[in-house]
Antibody
Framework: EVQLVQSGAEVKKPGESLKISCKGS????????IGWVRQMPGKGLEWMGI????????RYSPSFQGQVTISADKSISTAYLQWSSLKASDTAMYYC???????????????WGQGALVTVSS | EIVLTQSPGTLSLSPGERATLSCRAS???????LAWYQQKPGQAPRLLIY???SRATGIPDRFSGSGSGTDFTLTISRLEPEDFAVYYC???????????FGQGTKLEI
């Protein structure tokens, strides 16, 4: 069974750093991309970036480039999303999601993590 | 940047009725690169349709997708109580930001 299990909810202060995780299981972690999607309270879905754990090829949305860092450790089948200095506006639910290889000809996110709620407040 | 506009913003229907949700792109989108998701309160999104018209694994056949170019449609033939949720379309384009989602359609009873 394919599963993406994310780390738990976080409460942080502005200016603090944070790294959240997404562990894949039930499939070949290095053969699929992992994307990250933000959902601010009561709002829609925003694509942040995507990584291919097989070779760490990473692409970012211009809206998030320089604001977050996406990485992966294929030895433990885990992808990460990190901030060096959080802002109150980073308060949101963050989802990781699996994406097939681009050679499949399709572009979609088929399995999603349960989400990680990040709250940034002084 | 391709912008996806979903309509209507809210759709009020009853169980057993047919729902038609629209997703319009600001530029042509390859059908292979158009997907639909369902999100219920407190849950992660769930993939319904990929490639504009292919149902994802385990998705009931009352869900169907159609369209091409700039106009895409998600149809739910006979609404079940569990179908009341928010629905998003998503596209990919090789120019940045690569992926984008529509703003969502809320399907309510």
């Amino acid at each position: 069974e394919v599963q993406l299990v994310q780390s738990g909810a976080e409460v942080k202060k502005p200016g603090e750093s944070l790294k959240i995780s997404c562990k894949g299981s039930g499939y070949s972690f290095t053969s699929y991309w992992i994307g990250w999607v933000r959902q601010m309270p009561g709002k829609g879905l925003e694509w942040m970036g995507i990584i291919y754990p097989g070779d760490s090829d990473t692409r970012y949305s211009p809206s998030f480039q320089g604001q977050v860092t996406i990485s992966a450790d294929k030895s433990i089948s885990t992808a990460y999303l990190q901030w060096s200095s959080l802002k109150a506006s980073d308060t949101a639910m963050y989802y990781c999601a699996r994406h097939p290889k681009y050679s499949s000809g399709f572009r979609y996110f088929d399995y999603w993590g349960q989400g990680a709620l990040v709250t940034v407040s002084s | 940047e391709i912008v996806l506009t979903q309509s209507p913003g809210t759709l009020s229907l009853s169980p057993g009725e047919r729902a038609t949700l629209s997703c319009r792109a600001s530029q042509s989108v390859s059908s292979s690169y158009l997907a639909w998701y369902q999100q219920k309160p407190g849950q992660a999104p769930r993939l319904l349709i990929y490639g504009a018209s292919s149902r994802a694994t385990g998705i009931p056949d009352r869900f169907s997708g159609s369209g091409s170019g700039t106009d895409f449609t998600l149809t739910i033939s006979r609404l079940e109580p569990e179908d009341f949720a928010v629905y998003y379309c998503q596209q990919y384009d090789s120019s940045f930001p690569l992926y984008s989602f529509g703003q969502g359609t809320k399907l309510e009873i």
